[in-house]
Every structure is written in C-alpha cells, then in structure tokens.
C-alpha cells in the first residue's frame, strides 16, 4: 500500500531529525545537525533490508517516489519564498562577502574531489528528471 | 464573484501553490525548450522565475517570504517551507547506493571543514576590507558567508550589532541565491558528475537551499549525495563560529 512507503520516509524523517536536535542539544548549538542525513542513512538501510526480504511492494514504493518526484516543484515553491529583497539590498559588503564565498567554493570543489580514488560519472540518463 | 475565489484560494493554500508551481515548471519547460534549446534547464529556469518572483512579492508586501507574504500564495510558504523541503530531500535517498556514500566519506568531511572555515575568512576579509576591523564584526560577517543561519547564530552568541547581524543574513542569502542560479552553469567546469563530487559540493556550500536549488538545476540524481553532507554545515558552522574561528580572527586583528 502507498501509505507504508509514505509512512516509513516519515518515520525515518522524524527519526533522523530527532538524532539531528539531539545532537545539536548535546555539542550546545542552535541548530539541527544532520538530521537530514541521518534520515536519509536510515531510510537507505531499512528500504535496502525490506527489499531483500521483498516485503516492500511496488506500491509502497510509490509511496515514496512520489516525494521524489515532487522534489524539484517544491524547490521552486522554496526559491519563490526566499527573502531576495533583503539579500540584493544588504550593500556591498553583503554582496561580495556572500559572492566570493560561492566562487571560491566552487573552485574548491575538483581540488578535494581528488582525495581518495576517482568518481565515476553517473550515466548519461536521457531526461533524467522523469527518470526520478 | 472575485471575493469568492480568492476565498476559496486562500482557504486552500497548499493546493493553490501546486497549481501555481505546475504553472511556472510548464512555462519554465516551455521556455527552456524554445527559447534555449534545453541548454537552460527547464528546472534551472523553473528556480530563477522562482526567485524573482521572490523579489517582486517581496517588494509588494514589504514581508520577508517573498511570495508567500502575498494573501493568495501563502500556500507557497507551506509547500516550499522546511518541513515538505526536508521530507523531499529525504526521499531522494531512495535506491541511493550506500557504497558510494562510504566511499566519498573522506573528501566529505574535509569539504564540510573546507567549506566552513573558507566562508569564514573570505567573510571576514571583505568586511576587513570595508573598514570593519572588530572581531566580533569580522566573525559575524564571516558566519554569514557561511549559511543565513550561521550569521545570525554567530553574531546573538558573540553580542554583534544588529547592523552587522543583519548584513551576515544579507550575505548568507547572497550566497545562496547564487548557488542555486550558478550552479548549473560551472558544473561540468569544476566536475559535477559524479556522486563523490556532488558531496565534496555539498560539503563545501552547505547552504541547504542552495544545494539542494543548485542540484536539482544540475543533475537531480545527485541530490541525495549533495544533501547528505550539506545538511551537517549549518551545525558545524554554529559550532565553530563563536568558538574557534572567533578565536582565530580575534588573535589574528587584536
């Protein structure tokens, strides 16, 4: 049924938040750490366990996909409700501490993808945006 | 008759920003495909008209959640918020292989320190260079070149001005505004292909919402990697904002 894959990416949502608040609590910092990537660890693990053991159907499946899928719409929603006013009116200083941070970043992204053997490229998917 | 729907619109937000969203992917694919030739990615467009629409609800109501501030699309406050966004991002992970997370551990970690202490100094150098010579300031700014939230967590904790709290949101918005928009377009220069390099990117971006712009412009199937190590940079951030990097700066202007 759709609702159990929907219902077990939520449990491991809650589950991976939960870890992240934790820990933030526990280092003393404001902010959520990982929770996300925690989720998402946890939601690759148990999804993996019950395949082998085939009792996620196709249609729990969807469940999940679905989110997936409505991934990029709602980036868009997300980009629609970012406060561009305030960041194109901080001034200079704001523009160009916020833009030297992205380009210098950028440029550090091949130097640490070194570490370690080379990644592969993910294969060529002709519109790979319906494949998700 | 106008009255009524837009009663009926506001009252069931969340659906009204689905169509609404529907309507500006449909134009974005659109464009993307007549105007660019699929060069500009249909998603990448979708993000831009997002954003600048952003700007001009921003402009019109004077709020701070760009077109959710506007009656009609509050749903759009719902539907792009934290809590669906999040959900999203962990559905990505779905049929992820775990062997290449494992193997992109190492650079992962690296890029998340990388990326931290990177933003903080090229922050920090700017506003030394626009006449801030205080380490409170210094680190304030810095943490905002880091994440919109770094700043202001780093500026409350250190005693910062205002001022200087909200320009570090300035330059953390700055920031991710960009790497949403620019993503796409340095990809293939810096090798954005590859599992390993979408969590050295994430890493060393850490703004959850410019990644998670920036990959879904580029390739969507490298959300989850990017995600996975972004979403440890704002904590790491909060953490070593007011201790170590404030430290470091104040023994280096002091």
Request: net charge neutral; aromatic share 8%.
């Amino acid at each position: 049924m759709v609702i159990y894959g929907v219902a077990i990416l939520a449990a491991c949502f809650l589950v991976g938040m939960f870890v992240g608040d934790v820990l933030g609590a526990l280092l003393g910092v404001k902010a959520n750490v990982g929770g996300v990537g925690f989720a998402m660890l946890l939601l690759i693990f148990i999804t993996n366990y019950l395949r082998k053991d085939l009792r996620l159907n196709l249609a729990s499946e969807h469940g999940i996909a679905f989110w997936s899928a409505m991934y990029i719409p709602i980036v868009v929603a997300m980009a629609a409700q970012q406060n561009v006013v305030a960041a194109v009116s901080g001034g200079p200083v704001a523009v160009l501490a916020g833009t030297l941070a992205v380009v210098v970043s950028f440029a550090l992204v091949p130097l640490i993808s070194r570490i370690g053997p080379k990644g592969e490229p993910l294969p060529d998917v002709l519109g790979s945006e319906d494949a998700q | 008759m106008y009255e009524l729907l837009s009663d009926l619109l506001e009252k069931n937000g969340l659906v009204t920003a689905f169509a609404f969203v529907g309507v500006i992917v449909w134009i974005s694919y659109f464009l993307s495909a007549k105007l660019t030739k699929g060069r500009l990615h249909g998603s990448a467009l979708a993000i831009i008209i997002g954003l600048i629409l952003a700007y001009f609800g921003g402009l019109a109501t004077g709020g701070k959640k760009g077109l959710a501030d506007i009656p009609l699309l509050t749903g759009i406050g719902l539907m792009g918020g934290s809590m669906l966004r999040d959900l999203a991002i962990v559905s990505t992970a779905f049929g992820v292989d775990f062997a290449e997370i494992k193997k992109a551990g190492a650079p992962g970690v690296v890029s998340l320190f990388a990326g931290v202490i990177v933003s903080f100094i090229v922050g920090a150098g700017v506003a030394l260079m626009f006449g801030y010579s205080d380490a409170i300031s210094l680190t304030t700014i810095g943490a905002g070149a880091a994440t919109y939230i770094v700043g202001p967590v780093t500026g409350t904790a250190l005693g910062a001005t205002s001022e200087v709290i909200a320009l570090s949101v300035a330059a953390g918005l700055i920031k991710s505004v960009l790497v949403m928009t620019g993503t796409p377009f340095v990809a293939r220069l810096i090798g954005l292909n590859n599992a390993r390099a979408a969590m050295v990117y994430g890493g060393l971006m850490g703004t959850t919402s410019g990644v998670a712009g920036g990959l879904a412009a580029t390739d969507p199937r490298l959300v989850p990697y990017g995600a996975m190590t972004a979403t440890f940079y704002t904590g790491l951030g909060c953490l070593m904002g007011p201790s170590v990097m404030y430290f470091a700066i104040r023994a280096l202007v002091e």
